[in-house]
């Protein structure tokens, strides 16, 4: 991922310090960070009312949501025999485990319910959703009986051509009384313009008997928002051999929380995680100021809450974000 590496050097030659805290975003910066994203025009300051009711000024950036640098997928094996290659990731008590189609066989052990059937005994196929019209169907909250017992897949080229998702991210941010919870919102966007989302709906999907498979980079496609993040994974993390003298070892910084703190990659360079987060995963350090560091991948929290007011990640492209004056999803 050259683009991290390429803005970081260029801030750091301004004399701005990568990522700090102290200074607000700009049009410039953040065009530069998200230089490999999809954006539909060029960022704009825009007024904005943020969740705590703070009247700002925010960044508005507008994406087409789906990544540029990699092909998205796979998810959803076919047959048993499909091995990771060809299959995606799902979270299993905690954990990344592979959702291939050996994994596919043993769900009724794994989860302890002979109600699983995904696989047809005989031939060994992985039912899945493989028309845009099933996927709709299957990835949400209230799966019709025909498409329970699936894998669910939802591909890039279902979504809407039309489609695209509204940022508005204060330039500074401003404090909030108490933390937001975030386990029904989205949290931020990567510098690659996708979503990082709040917590996938577990319960609600394996209740359905379905399993909504993300790809290796913990992303999955569903029609009203397109493809999005479930885990912050090394996929978002640039390389760390060749600009570790200017992170020092930290956690590559990978996006943007709703409330304009930067969000980094879980762990840092050497491997260790941070010990002295708090609980909305964030903590200071002299070189970045306030930051995040997602959550473990298989976690399904890609950050604990909000220590700061949140803006807007839904409307469109010019209208005017007050993140008092919606409901926090999608
Ligand atoms: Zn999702
Ligand atoms: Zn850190």
């Known amino acids: 991922m050259q683009y991290l590496r390429h803005s970081a050097a260029a801030l750091f030659l301004f004399g701005i310090p990568f990522c700090a805290n102290a200074e607000p975003l ?21 007024e904005c009312t943020l969740s705590g009711g703070a009247q700002t000024t925010c960044i508005q950036i507008t994406v087409v949501p789906a990544p540029t640098t990699y092909e998205a997928g796979p998810w959803c094996p076919t047959n048993v025999k499909d091995g990771p290659e ?36 005989e031939t060994g196929d992985v ?18 009986e025909e498409y329970q017992n699936s894998c669910v897949q939802c591909l890039i080229e279902y979504i809407d051509g039309d489609l695209t998702v509204t940022y508005s991210i204060p330039v500074e941010p401003v404090a ?6 975030v386990r029904r919102t989205s949290v931020g966007v990567a510098f690659n313009g996708i979503r990082i989302d709040g917590p996938a709906p577990l319960e609600a999907i394996l209740g359905a008997y379905t399993i909504a498979t993300f790809d290796d980079c913990g992303g999955h496609v ?32 990978v996006g943007l929380a709703l409330d304009g703190h930067f969000i980094a990659t879980h762990l840092n360079t050497d491997g260790s995680a941070p010990d002295d987060l708090d609980a909305c995963y964030g903590h200071s350090t002299s070189d970045l100021g306030y930051h ?11 950050l604990g809450c909000l220590t700061a007011q949140a803006g807007c990640s839904q409307g469109e492209e010019g209208e005017t974000c007050d993140a008092t004056a919606r409901p926090p999803r999608p």
Not at 26 to 46: H, R, Y
Not at 99 to 119: C, K
Not at 225 to 251: F, I, K, M, P
Not at 292 to 302: D, F, I, R
Request: glycine share 6%; hydrophobic share 40%.
């Open 222 to 253: 569903n029609l009203p928002v397109g493809y999005h993040y479930h885990a912050v994974t090394d996929c978002l993390a640039h390389s760390h051999e060749e600009d570790s003298a200017q992170v020092e070892g930290h956690a590559s910084v």
């Open 26 to 46: 700009t049009v410039e910066i953040v065009k530069d960070l998200f230089s490999e994203a999809q954006l539909v025009s060029n960022p704009v300051e825009v």
């Open 176 to 181: 909030s009384e108490a933390p937001a919870d």
């Open 292 to 302: 995040y560091h997602a959550g473990k991948p298989g976690s399904n929290q890609n």
């Open 86 to 121: 060809s299959s995606g990731i799902w979270f299993y008590d905690g954990e990344v485990v592979d959702a291939d189609g050996a994994f596919f066989s043993q769900l009724a052990m794994l989860y302890e319910d002979d109600n699983w059937q995904v696989v047809d005994p």
């Open 127 to 144: 039912r899945y959703t493989a028309t845009a019209e099933a996927c709709a169907a299957a990835a949400r909250p209230d799966v019709a």
